[in-house]
C-alpha cells in the first residue's frame, strides 16, 4: 500500500530525497507538470478548465522529524541534536536508522524518570560500536537519523507507523490527484520540504506560485483517549476542517465553502482548533501580499512518536474533501 510506502521511506527535515521519488513515481502519470525546486520541494501541477479558474496550493510535507549526530565519544557513542520536534520521552529505548541502513538505540545518560524538561543534549545513540574509531566505520558527525517505527494494520481499519506526519497528508493527496480528473482551477499539488524546522519549504514554494488560495493538509490531535486534553477531534468523525492553530487563522471564506462542499458531497467533517502547533498553511497565509488560507487535517494519536495511528476512514474523507473543494468555482 502506497502509505506503508511513504511512511517507511527515509525523510528527516533536509534529508526527503528518498520521499521525493517516491511521490515522483506515483504522479508523473496523473500530472501536466511535475518539478523539483533547490529546497527539494516536489512541485505537481494540475492544469483546470475554468473559466474563473483560480490558483490553489495544496501543501503536505514530506520531511518527517529526526536527528543528527553532533559528536561521537570515545567508547563510540553518538551525540545527537534534534531535527523538529523531537521529545526525549518519546525516544528512549527506541530505534533509529541512518541514511546507510545502520540502526542504534536510542537512551538518556540520567534517569528518564527523573528527568526535567526536554534536554535532548543528554541523549545519545548506541549503535553497537566497541570505540570512536570503530563508530567512525559506520556513522560519520552530520549524519541524520530517523524513527523506526513499522507500519502496521490495527482493528478497525487503523494504521500506526512512524513519519505519520506528515505522510499521510502526502497520501491524501495523491490520492486526490488520482481521482481529479480535469479539475475547475490550477491546483499545485505542493510535496513540501522543511516544516518541521519551520515551514521553509511551503513559505518558498508560496512565493513561486503566487496561489489565489491556499490550502495545508497535515495531522492533528485526536481527543478520544484517556489523555483527554483541551480539544474537539476525535477519531471516525471525518476530515477536520481547520480553523486555527498557533501558526494561522484561517479564511472565513475558505473554512466556510470547505463545509459547504462536506454538506454537498456528504463528507463527514469535523471543525479542528489545535491548542499549540503549526502547519504550512501558516506560511503559506503570509506569503506574497497574503493568501487566503485554510486546513484540512487528519486526526491522529501519538504524533511526532514511531508509533503515530490513523483512522483510514478520516483519511479518506480527507481525500473526498480535497477532490471535491479543489474542482469548484469560487465566487471570492
Do not use: W
Amino acid at each position: 500500500m502506497l502509505l506503508k510506502e511513504l511512511t517507511q521511506a527515509f525523510g528527516v527535515s533536509g534529508f526527503e530525497d528518498e520521499v521525493s521519488q517516491l511521490i515522483i513515481t506515483n504522479v508523473k502519470e496523473h500530472a501536466d507538470e511535475v518539478f523539483v525546486d533547490a529546497l527539494k520541494n516536489v512541485i505537481v501541477l494540475k492544469k483546470g478548465k475554468g473559466i474563473n479558474k483560480k490558483k490553489i496550493m495544496i501543501a503536505s510535507h514530506m520531511d518527517e522529524i529526526g536527528f543528527m549526530v553532533l559528536s561521537i565519544t570515545d567508547k563510540g557513542y553518538l551525540k545527537v541534536r534534534n531535527i523538529g520536534g523531537i521529545s526525549i520521552y518519546m525516544s528512549v529505548f527506541n530505534k533509529v536508522k541512518f541514511r546507510n541502513g545502520i540502526v542504534g538505540i536510542v537512551d538518556y545518560q540520567d534517569s528518564i524518570a527523573e528527568a526535567k524538561g526536554n534536554d535532548i543534549g543528554k541523549l545519545y545513540i548506541d549503535i553497537g560500536a566497541k570505540s570512536k574509531e570503530d563508530a567512525l566505520r559506520y556513522i560519520a558527525v552530520g549524519e541524520p537519523a530517523a524513527y523506526v517505527g513499522d507500519y502496521v494494520e490495527l482493528p478497525n481499519n487503523r494504521v500506526c507507523a512512524k513519519a505519520m506526519d506528515d505522510r499521510v497528508g502526502c497520501y491524501v493527496a495523491i490520492e486526490a490527484l488520482k481521482k481529479l480528473g480535469t479539475p475547475y482551477n490550477d491546483v499545485y499539488f505542493v510535496f513540501s520540504a522543511l516544516e518541521e524546522v519551520g515551514l521553509r519549504g511551503s513559505k518558498v514554494a508560496a512565493q513561486r506560485i503566487k496561489p489565489d488560495i491556499g490550502v495545508a493538509i497535515d495531522i492533528t490531535g485526536s481527543y478520544d483517549t484517556p489523555q483527554g486534553g483541551n480539544g474537539n477531534m476525535m477519531f471516525g468523525q471525518g476530515a477536520a476542517i481547520k480553523i486555527m492553530d498557533n501558526s494561522v487563522i484561517c479564511s472565513d471564506k475558505v473554512v466556510e465553502s470547505m463545509i459547504e462542499t462536506a454538506q454537498k458531497y456528504n463528507i463527514k467533517y469535523q471543525l479542528d482548533v489545535l491548542p499549540s502547533g503549526g502547519t504550512d498553511a501558516g506560511a503559506i497565509n503570509q506569503s506574497n501580499e497574503g493568501v487566503l488560507t485554510g486546513g484540512i487535517s487528519i486526526p491522529t494519536r501519538y504524533g511526532h512518536s514511531p508509533v503515530s495511528m490513523v483512522d483510514m476512514f478520516d483519511v479518506n474523507c480527507c481525500i473526498e474533501l480535497v477532490t471535491h473543494f479543489v474542482d469548484k468555482e469560487f465566487k471570492f
